[in-house]
């Protein structure tokens, strides 16, 4: 075939072979077919452009092999994603129908005939379009919540979960009837966008069947919490509820009378990784502190915990214990409003270890982690990252990262807000900063931290955790915290904001200032 000469421009359209090319390229979906049109014998007297034409269809045949290559590499990557899930699926079945459902789980209480005041109980709605057991239309059940723990825990959770009590949490807002839970935050429905629901609203626990077992966890060296405990748990046994005591209570408890040895405990580490599978409700009979240490011994899942107040301050005890039984009554009873208070979970990474993944075992705070210079004299130099963006180089006495609950102790002496415990947020406090400017902020709940040692930092710096466990952080060791999945629900006497306010007011006298007097200047 002679080349068509009468196109000026060369353009490969007006090629005499101009039809076989486009018929080819409109066939090209695949590499042969480009294969083949390159290795059709170029035309004696071909002129440059062709040349150039046939460069780039090789080009385009490269492409489309490498195309070609990461599709089989994604579809294999995708079928063994597939399989995984399936095996997954199949084993969460098998373990659900090994599971009693709620219904007979309810009839399992009732048959132990347990002395319990008057039990509203909704029966459990279970289709056959609702095959998942454990998942409420308007709320979580506890069932719910322990089962993702369950597929992490070695432990034989499940015959364990049988002895529970369960219950059911209702999402609410004032003024609002409707108390459906949704994940759904923003909608944007024909392209507008509304914040119809409230991702933190009051929450509410029913009780699904009654609760059988009670933590009590106490104060040391009290003899005004020992008392009250001893009371407590003779007027437990009496309404037929099983107690747990730590095993420092247990002896002192036993020291006092041999009447005293239905009181459950534990021997060693093991049996307080198991608590929570035992335990409906805990009490803390203590200040502030002693909430922190109930909350330490979860490690998981975190039983409701119902503070009476026996401290000097009590932000978050807001119970009275001179009316325990009244209270608890109540609580037993439900439903109870509870705040749900979130907690950090912390890594540190040392730069000895050779991953990322090597990590210490997570630590979970309720109030925050501090990062200071300890007794180290210089000032601590600590590189701040929020997912990874550059934040801020901390030179000072050091850092504290605070859930909201932990927003009115030791952030609130260091300068930073005080924030309502239900509010989703981490703040980002520091402690005497080097600088003129360093304001606190306060960062949103799904961000991950990672404070950095640097190598160049003259001194070490310790992390504590509540107050307590103190780790050193040498240079280019760091501290990688997050918020934890597993919040701890404290009762509330009003509801959370009723009783943040009074904790504010009472606690530290907030904004008092005696009223000015009616008489005096006036505006004319
Ligand atoms: N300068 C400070 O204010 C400072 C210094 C160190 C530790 N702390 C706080 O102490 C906490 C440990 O408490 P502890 O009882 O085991 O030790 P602790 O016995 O030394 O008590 C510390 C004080 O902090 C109060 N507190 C604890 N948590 C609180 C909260 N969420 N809101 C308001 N006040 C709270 C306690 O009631 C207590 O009065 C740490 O988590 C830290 O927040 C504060
Ligand atoms: N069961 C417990 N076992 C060991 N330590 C505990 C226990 N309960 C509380 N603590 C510790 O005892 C300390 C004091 O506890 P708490 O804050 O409850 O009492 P308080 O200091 O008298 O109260 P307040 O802080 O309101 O004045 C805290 O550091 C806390 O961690």
Known sequence: MAPDTSSSNGNASNLPSENGFLDSLSLLNSEKAVKEVIEQPLVEGIEGHLVEFSEAMRTVGKVLRRAADGKASAQAEASEWKRKYELERE???QLENKVLSPAELHNNHTEKNIENSAQHLEPMHETKEQPQKYRGKYGIYSHEVLWDKEQNSCSNVHSKLLRKASFKLHWSCKGEKNDQHKHDVVSFEKGNITTAERSSKQICLKWESPPQTVLILTKPNSISVKVICAEMIRWLKE???SIYVEPR???ELLAESSYYSFVQTWKDDDGVLLLHE???LVVTLGGDGTVLWAASLFKGPVPPIVPFSLGSLGFMTPFHSEQYRECLKSILQGPISITLRNRLQCHVIRDA???EYETEEPILVLNEVTIDRGISSFLTNLECYCDNSFVTCVQGDGLILSTTSGSTAYSLAAGGSMVHPQVPGILFTPICPHSLSFRPLILPEHVTIR??????SRGHAWASF?????KQLGPGDALVCSMSVWPVPTACRGDST??????IHEGLHWNLRKTQSFDGPRES
């Open 91 to 93: 084993k969460n079945l």
């Open 239 to 241: 309404i037929k509820l």
């Open 249 to 251: 209570v247990r002896m």
């Open 278 to 280: 035992k335990v409906d």
């Open 353 to 355: 270890a050779k991953t």
């Open 451 to 456: 404070i950095q040692v640097p190598f160049n």
């Open 466 to 470: 509540d107050g307590k466990d103190r």
């Open 498 to 503: 009723n009783d943040f306010l009074h904790s």
